[in-house]
C-alpha cells in the first residue's frame, strides 16, 4: 500500500473533455486516490427514481486506467432540491423554528425517515454499481456528519427525541429525575410533553440540553450506521470511513471512531495564525487517538487559501509540506486535499486545489507534483505507529457542559486543553488525548483540564490510576458534575478529593479571555501566585477557595482576597501523585510544572533542548523533523535523511523545511 495522495474530485463539475487531461495530471502529480462523488446525488438521480450512473462509470473507469484507487463517496450529504419539493418534512429547523432551505447543501433533518429512505435507496443502487469495480479502495460516507446541521429542531427530531428519552430512561419518572425537574416546575408527566430545546424565555434546563447534545450526535451516527450496513453487507472487504472534523464540538468522535474502519479527518488550520502549527498537532493527536493510535488518512485539506474566513490568506510557500508531514509523523497513512481542480463557479470557486485556476504554470502546482512524487518513496512509514508516554483527558460531555450558559464562568473548554497541550508541545513531548474511563496505565503522565463532567467511572478511573503509580494533574472544574448534571455526591472533585488532599469550597473565576482567539494574545484579568519552587506567576481564567487537607501547596494566591489560599497543590496517593491546579497558570510556570512532572517521571524529549519553530516526532523507526519557521535551523540530531539519502550528525533545515531521519 502507497501513502494515499490525492484529494476530492469533483468531475460532475467539468465538460467530459476535461477528464482525460485530470487523468494524466493526476498522474504526473502521482495521485493515487481520488474521492469522487461526494455532492453527486442531484447528478446520478435527477428526479425521483431515475438513475444514470453512466457519467460515472466513464469515470471510475478513466480512473481505474490511469491506475488511481477510488474512495467513492455515498453522494448523500446533499440531497438534490426534488426530496425537499416533493418532502418538504426532510428540511431541518433552527432552535428558532426557522427552516433550512435547499440552495446550499446539507439541508436534511438527520432524523428524517425520508432522508434515510431515499439515501439508503441511493446507497444501495452504488453498492451494486461499483461494489465490483477494480478501482473501488474504499467507501466514503456523506460527507462531514453535522458540519452544518449538526441539532435539527423540527417536530420530526421532537418525536425521534422522545422515543431516545424513552428507550434511555425506560420512564418519564426517570427522565424526571435525571433532568431535576422539580426546578422551576419543569415536571413532566408524558414524554409527549418534552420537546427539543428549542427558544425559550431563559435558561434552559441544562440536562435537557445535555441529552439533546447526545441525542443529536446519535441521530448523525444512525444515519452513517444505516449507510454502512449496505455498504458492509454488498461489500464486506471495502474499507468503510466517514470524514471527521478533529475537534469539532456537535460529534462524539470516540463513539464515532468505533463505528469506523478507519478514521479520516479534515483540516484546515488558518496560515495567518502563528499558532496553527501547535493546533494542528494537537488535532492530530486527538484523531491518531481517536482509534487506540491506528494509522489514519487527512482526507481533506487546502494546497493553499480557503474561502471561508473573512480574510483568506494563502499557505506561504512549503508550508503545506510542512503540514503535511506533521500528518505523516502523527500517525497519518495518506494525506488528500478539497479538492482536485479549483471549480470555476459555485461557492468554492476561490478556495484552493491541486489543479488551481491559473493552471500547471504555478507554484500551487509545483509543490503538489513535487510532494506528491516525494511520497511515493515514504511506503515505509505505512502502518508504523507513534507512543506517548503523556494523555489528556478529553471529554464531549465536559465540552457540551463546561459551555453552556448558566456556569459559574463561560470557558472554552478547547482553550483550556489547548493552553495545557501547547506546554507539553513546546517542551518537545507527543501527547495521546484518552476519553475519561480510557486506558491510562500505559502513560507515565495524565493531565485532566477542566473534566467538569464525571462519572463515578472515571473518577475511579483516574484515582486508581493515580493511587496505581500514576502522576495525575487535574484543574479546575474537573469533577464537579455526574453524567445527569448533578454536582457529585459529596461534593465538588467526590473521591478525586482524597487523591489530591483538597477541598474546593467555592468558585472566584476571573474574566473570560477572548474565547475565539487559540492563541489568546489579548490581555485578560490575572491573579498572582507564588510558591518556593515556581517562584512568582500569574494565573488567568480562574481562582478559587482551595483547602489543603493532605496535600502539600506548591504555590498560593497572593493579595486580593484568597491571599493565602492554595493554588497548586501536590499528594501522594498510593504509589502515584495527584496535582491540582485552581487557576490556568502562565506559560512559564505550566512549563515549570511539568517539567518537574516530567522529569520526575521519566519522561524526556527526543531534542533534550527543544528550539521553538521545531516539531520533532518519532513514529516507527523514523524522526520527522520539520521547521514550521522562516529561518534556516540547526537541529542536533542525526541519521539518515530518507528524503535526501544524507547521513549526518546534525540536520539543517531550511525555511519550513523537513527531514525524515532513519533510526534503524
Ligand atoms: C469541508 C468540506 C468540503 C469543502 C471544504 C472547503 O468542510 O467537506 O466539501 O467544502 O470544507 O474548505
Not at 505523516?328 to 488551481?356: C, M, N, T
Not at 472554552?412 to 495545557?420: A, D, I, K, P, Q
Not at 501547547?422 to 480510557?438: A, I, K
Not at 495524565?446 to 493515580?466: I, S
Amino acid at each position: 500500500m502507497p501513502v494515499w495522495f490525492g484529494g476530492d474530485y469533483n468531475p460532475d463539475q467539468w465538460p467530459e473533455e476535461v477528464w482525460d487531461e485530470d487523468v494524466t495530471l493526476m498522474q504526473r502529480a502521482n495521485v493515487n486516490l481520488a474521492t469522487v462523488g461526494v455532492f453527486s446525488w442531484a447528478r446520478i438521480e435527477s428526479r425521483e427514481g431515475e438513475f444514470d450512473f453512466a457519467w460515472l462509470d466513464v469515470v471510475l473507469d478513466k480512473l481505474h486506467a490511469g491506475g488511481v484507487r477510488v474512495d467513492l463517496a455515498t453522494a448523500t450529504a446533499s440531497p438534490p432540491p426534488w426530496l425537499s419539493q416533493a418532502y418538504p418534512e426532510v428540511l431541518p429547523k433552527t432552535q428558532d423554528g426557522v427552516r433550512l432551505w435547499p440552495g446550499s447543501r446539507q439541508q436534511y433533518c438527520p432524523s428524517s425517515p425520508v432522508y434515510r429512505r431515499f439515501a439508503a435507496r441511493l446507497v444501495g443502487k452504488l453498492s451494486e454499481r461499483y461494489g465490483d469495480h477494480p478501482a473501488l479502495e474504499m467507501w466514503h460516507i456523506n460527507n462531514e456528519y453535522g458540519c452544518h446541521v449538526s441539532h435539527c429542531y423540527c417536530d420530526v427530531s421532537a418525536a425521534a427525541f422522545r422515543t431516545w428519552l424513552e428507550t434511555k430512561y425506560g420512564s418519564i419518572d426517570a427522565v424526571n429525575a435525571a433532568w431535576g425537574t422539580a426546578f422551576w416546575s419543569q415536571r413532566y408527566s408524558e414524554f409527549a410533553e418534552i420537546y427539543p430545546p428549542r427558544s425559550m424565555p431563559s435558561f434552559p434546563s441544562p440536562t435537557q440540553l445535555l441529552d439533546f447534545d447526545r441525542f443529536s450526535a446519535q441521530e448523525l451516527l444512525e444515519c452513517y450506521r444505516a449507510e454502512r450496513a449496505i455498504l458492509r453487507a454488498a461489500t464486506p472487504d471495502i474499507p468503510i470511513t466517514t470524514n471527521f472534523m478533529g475537534f469539532f464540538k456537535p460529534t462524539n468522535y470516540w463513539e464515532w471512531a468505533k463505528e469506523v474502519d478507519f478514521v479520516s479527518d479534515d483540516s484546515y488550520p488558518d496560515p495567518a495564525d502563528p499558532a496553527a502549527p501547535v493546533f494542528g498537532a494537537m488535532t492530530r493527536d486527538l484523531v491518531r487517538s481517536l482509534k487506540g493510535g491506528q494509522p489514519w488518512v487527512l482526507m481533506e485539506q487546502a494546497t493553499s487559501a480557503v474561502n471561508w474566513r473573512a480574510r483568506n490568506a494563502p499557505k506561504l510557500p512549503g508550508q503545506m509540506r510542512t503540514w503535511s508531514y506533521q500528518c505523516i509523523a502523527r500517525g497519518a497513512d495518506g494525506v488528500l486535499y478539497f479538492q482536485w481542480r479549483q471549480s470555476v463557479s459555485g461557492a468554492e470557486k476561490f478556495h484552493s486545489g491541486l489543479v488551481p485556476h491559473m493552471g500547471t504554470d504555478t507554484r500551487v502546482w509545483r509543490e503538489v507534483e513535487s510532494f506528491g512524487t516525494e511520497l511515493t518513496t515514504l511506503d515505509q512509514v505505512i502502518g508504523s505507529r507513534v507512543s506517548a508516554h503523556v494523555a489528556i483527558v478529553f471529554d464531549w460531555d465536559s465540552w457540551w457542559a463546561v459551555e453552556q450558559a448558566a456556569m459559574p464562568a463561560q470557558i472554552s473548554y478547547l482553550h483550556t486543553v489547548f493552553e495545557w497541550y501547547r506546554t507539553l508541545y513546546d517542551l518537545g513531548v507527543v501527547v495521546d488525548f484518552v476519553p475519561p474511563t480510557g486506558a491510562l496505565d500505559q502513560y507515565a503522565v495524565v493531565v485532566a483540564p477542566t473534566l467538569q463532567v464525571a462519572p463515578d467511572e472515571a473518577v475511579t478511573n483516574l484515582a486508581d490510576y493515580a493511587s496505581g503509580g500514576g502522576r495525575l494533574i487535574v484543574t479546575y472544574q474537573s469533577a464537579i458534575l455526574d453524567e445527569n448534571l448533578r454536582v457529585l455526591d459529596g461534593g465538588y472533585l467526590g473521591r478525586l478529593a482524597d487523591t489530591l488532599g483538597v477541598r474546593v469550597e467555592e468558585f472566584a473565576p476571573l474574566a473570560a479571555p477572548d474565547l475565539a482567539a487559540m492563541g489568546a494574545t489579548a490581555p485578560v484579568p490575572s491573579i498572582q501566585l507564588s510558591g518556593s519552587t515556581l517562584g512568582a506567576f500569574e494565573g488567568t481564567e480562574w481562582s478559587e477557595y482551595l483547602r489543603a487537607t493532605t496535600a502539600e501547596v506548591l504555590a498560593a494566591f497572593i493579595g486580593g482576597p484568597l491571599d493565602g489560599w492554595p493554588g497548586i497543590t501536590s499528594n501522594t496517593t498510593g504509589s502515584g501523585k495527584g496535582w491540582y491546579v485552581a487557576t490556568l497558570p502562565d506559560a512559564g510556570a505550566r512549563s515549570s510544572l511539568l517539567t518537574g512532572i516530567l522529569a520526575e517521571a521519566g519522561v524526556a524529549p527526543v531534542l533534550a533542548h527543544p528550539i521553538p519553530g521545531i516539531e520533532v516526532v518519532e513514529r516507527g523507526e523514523l524522526t520527522f523533523v520539520i521547521n514550521h519557521s522562516g529561518e534556516t535551523v540547526s537541529v542536533p540530531l542525526g541519521g539518515r535523511d530518507i528524503l535526501t539519502g544524507v547521513t549526518a550528525d546534525s540536520t539543517s533545515l531550511e525555511p519550513k523545511g523537513v527531514a525524515i531521519l532513519s533510526r534503524s
